[in-house]
């Protein structure tokens, strides 16, 4: 394996946490935090196959959900952005010199509200939106016309209606001008029920349907057309990815019969309607009960192994399957969404989840994930952060 560390762990809705960017230099930046609550980045190399990795944050918080996530500025500087777990602060650092990762200027942040978590950058046109959940649940939105130097005033885009406890969402890459947002309400945290997928457009200005039907600057999720409606089918379902890789949406989540038994969907924009079909049995939830660590009867039955879309390649997925005592990391690849060319990437002697493919991934490192055990999202995971072998 090609290991960016032996200590990390990320949740997966901000993104990028992962990207391949080619300049001077030709890199892979990751992004993650330690056991100890430690906020690291690094790169590999593809030329020499060197990792350099960096501490941005020591002692920031023991969870998973303040993983880090990356912007390249115009000088090819990294704009790294991280908040805790319900913030309340959402931090910043950029790297002093282009496609380095060794050195970073100083930490500043930005204070819109209030509970921030899962910060998402994306540039539309010529301004830089920063996503994430505040702490009324919603989906809201700080701008920057600078390049991340300086930041507007919140504003909210998605909100839950005063109903249950907030919305998840998964953001795609910038394609047109606009991107797709794939969404879910949570009623509440841990195994409290998660229902629907839906799905919006937003162009920095107006939030749309997949048909182009204007919903205004600010809605709420019950707005959004379903994609998969718990309602109807009596199962309960989370988002984990949403790209528009060949132009029109595509979605991946999971649907959960119980909670030992996940399965993964992949839903596609048609032009006229939604095309949502079974994707592959995920197996059970990846957490355990384990009262050393301090983790008693474990809230979490709900997390899958993980399913994420490559961003550039439509129709290709990569997904984990199994349960907390060990999973593989299987690619999917589907022309028409129904017949999938399937290859197991790993074994399942340990647990192989949460893959992430790297925006504008390298073809020597199309997927990374955390290998290892995990157990909880504080505190109680021991998991590297790898990708394949790179070839000889």
Not at 17 to 42: F, Q
Not at 60 to 74: I, N, S
Not at 243 to 252: F, T
Request: charged fraction near 30%; proline fraction near 5%.
């Amino acid at each position: 394996m090609t290991t960016f560390t032996d200590d990390g762990a990320w949740c997966w809705f901000q993104s990028p946490r992962a990207l391949h960017h080619a300049g001077d230099r030709d890199r892979t930046y990751a992004g993650w935090v330690t056991v100890d609550g430690d906020i690291e980045v690094a790169s590999y190399d593809h030329d020499d196959g060197t990792v350099t990795r960096t501490t941005l944050h020591e002692d920031f918080e023991r969870d998973d959900h303040d993983a880090p996530t990356f912007h390249v500025d115009a000088d090819g500087r990294l704009l790294v952005v991280y908040s805790g777990h319900a913030g309340p602060t959402i931090h910043y650092r950029r790297s002093e010199r282009p496609e380095d990762v060794s050195a970073f200027g100083p930490e500043r942040t930005i204070d819109p509200s209030d509970g921030h978590t899962y910060p998402t950058p994306r540039e539309i046109g010529d301004t830089l939106y920063l996503l994430y959940r505040n702490g009324r649940g919603s989906v809201a939105c700080v701008t920057s016309e600078d390049d991340g130097r300086s930041w507007s005033d919140e504003r909210e885009l998605i909100t839950t209606d005063g109903r249950g406890w907030c919305v998840y969402r998964k953001a795609s890459r910038v394609r047109d001008g606009a991107i797709d947002l794939g969404l879910t309400f949570a009623v509440g945290g841990g195994s409290d029920p998660h229902r629907d997928v839906r799905h919006l457009r937003f162009d920095g200005d107006e939030l749309r349907t997949a048909d182009g039907t204007a919903l205004g600057r600010q809605t709420t999720l019950f707005d959004a057309p379903a994609v998969y409606d718990s309602e109807a089918t009596g199962h309960d379902a989370w988002i984990a990815d949403c790209s528009s890789a060949g132009g029109d949406p595509e979605l991946v989540y999971a649907a959960f019969r119980s909670e030992e038994d996940h399965r993964y969907r992949y839903a596609t924009w048609t032009g006229e309607g939604w095309r949502d079909v079974p994707l592959a049995d995920a197996g059970s939830h990846i957490v355990a009960d384990d009262p050393e660590q301090g983790v008693e009867d474990n809230p979490e039955r709900y997390y899958s192994g993980g399913v994420a879309l490559d961003d550039t390649d439509s129709g290709v997925c990569y997904y984990s399957t199994g349960d907390h005592d060990g999973s593989t990391l299987v690619r999917a690849a589907t022309d028409d969404g129904t017949d999938w060319d399937r290859v197991e990437l790993t074994g399942d002697d340990e647990q192989h989840v949460r893959p992430v493919v790297p925006r504008d991934s390298h073809p020597d490192l199309p997927v990374l994930w955390m290998q290892g055990s995990y157990t909880f999202y504080v505190d109680a995971y021991d998991t590297a952060i790898v990708g394949p072998d790179a070839p000889e």
